[in-house]
């Protein structure tokens, strides 16, 4: 049996769809309670309001921070129907019960997206509106709460259908409500404990607001869904999907690891091709079809089904490359005109556009969960320490210097162990996720044969390459399969035990080797 709506409160931040909906409510005969801007807003559109200070009989005071605080707000809230004690109360207090609240909050997060500054931010913590919204959720027996602007149509579809609301709609609000509290509070405390410069505080709250309920997850078995967290970073979390079918978990998981590598590279023009969250492609080209050919040649099989990422504007030329092999997504800060008909025409590849680059040294924190817990740890956004040096008797040339910095900006972003094999600012052979790091080195190698041979090369692309190791040598073992592959020079973080070893047996065989002080270890 559904309960009628006669009265409903309005107060809202976001006055998206509002008066369309009031003035609906008012068409059923709802008497409509509203504060300050709502009011007006409702007042100026000719709908009958009544506004709360002459409801309760007592003015807004402190610049509006006490208008909703009071008994005839919350007792019309919190009463409970069938209770013979509540009812009498109401009739003792003159308290009108209310049956409908529509209510989102003060715009907190997207103040504190806008860089305001601490003062500004705390007062846009709304105090009134959460506890008016706690207090209709709680008593979900008799008041419908709403959060969410998309949802006055819902609202409106269930009291054109039942001429009121249902026990199940209102439960279902209910959740909704307290989930936006509750997604409120985590973001005031988090950035509260981030103004303190507590990184890790007693309680850590994390929120994120449904993009999208995927079809199933990493496997067909699984349930899987898509939260993003508002933190207007540029990248698939933001991006507007242009073409293509929906994203699914892997699509998701695979395309941020394609952008945020490819954000590295600021100052050059690159392309990333990652499968299953490994880069099998990485380059920088004289232009953005360049920068895909090169990529592409490291592993043309592995390429097959691929992501493909840009740190520039994707146009017509290098859109009729990508349309040449089966891409599972495309994503770059923008997609000209040319390329995006040209990929139009592929119906199924998902093409992303995110209006711009993360900054690759943004801080955040990355959290991973485990049975029973969460591992919370900050972002890895840097590569080399201050503790960079040359730890061989031969120094690289600058040829070599520039792509060893390449690889190991490369390897910071593929799974451990990892291997990376670099020539002329491209990858040529990867090596990743391997529980041995020398049968990394000899994966990479071979990779970088079998490149050469697609490319109708004799000689193995690995000859005259560098190397570059996520984290040191525990053995020379790693390093002279490097050197035997071709490696002229080879970058890693040092720190083994056996350093001496590992660095006399890059002398014998006449090898730079450079040691950055930082490792990256990515599981």
């Known amino acids: ?207 994120g607001e449904l993009k999208q309920t995927m079809r199933y997850g990493e496997n067909s078995h699984q349930s899987a869904a898509f939260y993003v967290t508002g933190e207007n970073r540029p990248g698939v979390a933001t991006a507007e999907q242009l073409n293509g079918k929906e994203l699914s978990y892997n699509n998701v998981n695979d395309t941020d690891a394609a952008f945020e590598l490819v954000s590295e590279f600021k100052d050059d023009t690159a392309c990333v091709i990652v499968k299953h969250a490994n880069p099998c492609g990485v380059a920088v080209g004289d232009n953005l079809k360049d920068a895909y050919l090169r990529a592409y040649s490291c592993d043309t099989e592995s390429a097959f089904g691929g992501i493909v990422a840009f740190n520039k504007t994707l146009d017509g030329a290098t859109a009729e490359e990508l349309s040449k092999i089966f891409l599972e997504v495309v994503i770059a800060p923008q997609i000209d005109e040319d390329a995006l008909a040209i990929l139009s025409g592929k119906k199924n590849v998902r093409v992303l556009q995110t209006g711009g680059m993360p900054n690759a040294g943004d801080t955040a924190d990355m959290v991973k969960t485990m049975s029973g817990g969460l591992l919370v740890q900050s972002k890895d956004n840097q590569i080399f320490s201050d503790d960079f040096k040359v730890v061989t008797e031969r120094q690289p040339t600058e040829a070599e210097m520039k792509d060893l910095r390449f690889a190991f900006t490369v390897c910071k972003h593929v799974k451990s162990n990892a291997i990376i094999y670099c020539k002329n600012n491209m990858t040529v052979g990867v090596g990743a996720g391997q529980m041995s790091r020398v049968n990394s080195c000899r994966i990479a190698a071979f990779r970088a044969e079998q490149a050469a041979k697609t490319a109708g090369d004799s000689e193995s692309w690995a000859k005259g390459s560098v190397v570059a190791s996520d984290a040191f040598f525990p053995f020379a073992d790693g390093l002279i399969e490097a050197a035997e592959a071709g490696a002229t020079a080879v970058i890693q973080p040092g720190g083994s035990i056996r350093d001496e070893e590992v660095i006399a047996a890059a002398n014998e065989r006449g090898l730079a080797m450079v040691f950055t002080g930082m490792r990256h270890f990515r599981h």
């Open 1 to 207: 049996m559904a309960t009628p709506i006669r009265r409903a409160l309005l107060s809202v931040s976001d006055k998206t769809g509002l008066v369309e909906f009031a003035q609906a409510l008012a068409d059923k005969g709802v008497e409509l309670l509203s504060t300050g801007g709502t009011f007006k807003t409702l007042k100026d559109a000719g709908i009958p309001v009544i506004e709360v200070s002459s409801h309760t009989g007592f003015p807004e005071i402190m610049d509006g921070r006490v208008k909703t605080l009071h008994p005839k707000i919350h007792g019309g809230l919190l009463a409970l129907r069938d209770n013979d004690e509540h009812v009498a109360a109401m009739a003792e207090h003159d308290i009108a019960p209310i049956d409908l609240l529509a209510v989102n909050l003060y715009p907190f997060e997207s103040t504190v997206a806008a860089g305001a500054d601490f003062d500004t931010c705390i007062e846009n913590i709304d105090i009134g509106g959460p506890a008016m919204i706690r207090a209709a959720a709680k008593n979900w027996q008799g008041v419908c709460t709403v959060v969410d602007v998309e949802d006055y149509a819902l609202v409106l579809e269930e009291l054109n259908a039942n001429n009121g609301t249902t026990e199940a709609f209102r439960k279902k609000m209910s959740a909704t409500a307290y989930a936006r509290t509750g997604a409120y509070d985590a973001a005031i405390s988090n950035w509260y404990a981030k103004q303190l410069e507590i990184d890790y505080p007693k309680r850590k709250v994390f929120a």
